[in-house]
C-alpha cells in the first residue's frame, strides 16, 4: 500500500505545484462554463493530466475516474478517484481555500487517501488500518463532547442542488441554534480533512461528487471518526450527501437531520 499512497503523494503535489504556480493568474478568458455556475480552466485540465500521466505510468492498467475527464483506462480492481482542484470557484477567484484529492480504491473498498493544500503546503494522507497523518504526523477527530460550543462545516445547494436549498436551510436552522459555529469555506475535500485532523467537530453536505469525498472519508474514519449517507439506506461516497463528526456528535448531528428523512428520500 506504501508504494500507492506514495504515488499518490507525488501525484498531488505536481497537481498542486501546478495549481500553485497559476494561483491569482486567472484571466476571465481562462475560465470555462461547465454547466450553470460550474466551471473550469486549464489549470484544472493540466493538474489532472499531470496526475493521470504519473498515476498511467506506474500502474498502466489501473482505472482512473477524474473529474474533468471521467473514466480512463479499462475497468480493473484498482480506481483511483481525483479531485485535481477541488474549490474552482474559490481558486478562480484568488481565495486560497482549494485542495488536490487522490484516493485508491481495491475490489470497491477505500484504501488509500492524499489531500494536498497547496496554499498551506499541507499534506494529509491515510492507508486503511494505518491511521491518518498529518505531514506525517498522526491526527485524530476532535474530542468536543457536545454540539454546544462545537464548530461545524458544511456546503450549500447550488448548481443543480437547487430544489435541496429548503430542507438544507431547515437544517440548517436547527444547527445553528445549537452550535458554536458554522463554516463554508468552498472545498468540500478540504472540509473533510478538517474534520479529520479535529479541526471542526462535524461536516454536513449534499449532492457532492465521488471525487470530492472519497479521500475524506478514509481520513476521517481512520481519524477515528465516523461518516455516513444523510440519504437513509445509500453508501456515503456513492449517494455524496453526507453527514460526518467525532463519535461524540455523530448520533446527535444524526437525530437532528433524521428528522427530515421523509423529504430527503424523496428529493434523492
Ligand atoms: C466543489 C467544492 C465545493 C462543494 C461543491 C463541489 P469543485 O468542488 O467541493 O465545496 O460545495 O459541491 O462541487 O467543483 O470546486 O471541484
Ligand atoms: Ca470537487
Ligand atoms: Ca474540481
Known amino acids: 500500500m506504501q508504494a500507492f499512497l506514495n504515488t499518490a503523494i507525488e501525484a498531488a503535489r505536481k497537481a498542486g505545484d501546478i495549481a500553485q504556480i497559476n494561483f491569482a493568474r486567472i484571466n476571465q478568458s481562462d475560465i470555462k462554463t461547465k454547466a450553470y455556475n460550474e466551471f473550469v480552466t486549464f489549470v484544472d485540465e493540466e493538474a489532472e493530466k499531470a496526475i493521470i500521466d504519473i498515476i498511467h505510468g506506474r500502474y ?12 480512463k483506462g479499462d475497468e480493473s480492481d484498482y480506481l483511483w478517484i481525483i479531485d485535481p482542484i477541488d474549490g474552482t470557484t474559490n481558486y478562480i477567484h484568488s481565495f486560497p481555500v482549494y485542495c488536490v484529492s487522490i484516493a485508491l480504491k481495491i475490489k470497491g473498498r477505500l484504501e488509500v487517501a492524499v489531500i494536498y493544500d497547496p496554499s498551506r503546503q499541507e499534506l494529509f494522507t491515510a492507508i486503511r488500518g494505518m491511521g491518518a497523518l498529518l505531514d506525517g504526523r498522526k491526527i485524530r477527530v476532535s474530542k468536543q463532547r457536545t454540539l454546544q460550543g462545537a464548530l461545524l462545516g458544511t456546503g450549500f445547494p447550488y448548481r443543480d442542488q437547487l430544489d435541496w436549498l429548503e430542507v438544507y436551510l431547515d ?22 480533512a478538517y474534520v479529520a485532523s ?23 474514519q481512520e481519524a477515528g471518526g465516523l461518516v455516513k449517507s444523510m440519504i437513509p439506506g445509500e453508501d456515503a461516497v456513492e449517494s455524496g450527501s453526507l453527514l460526518c463528526g467525532n463519535p461524540h456528535l455523530f448520533d446527535p448531528m444524526s437525530e437532528i437531520v433524521s428528522k427530515y428523512d421523509d423529504r430527503l428520500k424523496k428529493l434523492f
Open 60 to 71: 498502466p492498467d489501473h482505472t482512473i475516474l477524474g473529474e474533468e475527464q471521467g473514466l
Open 171 to 192: 437544517i440548517f436552522i436547527d444547527f445553528t441554534r445549537i452550535v458554536g459555529a458554522i463554516r463554508r469555506p468552498g472545498s468540500a475535500a478540504l472540509d473533510l
Open 198 to 220: 479535529g479541526r471542526y467537530d462535524g461536516f454536513w453536505e449534499f449532492g457532492l461528487k465521488p471525487w470530492d469525498v472519497a479521500a475524506g472519508v478514509l481520513l476521517i
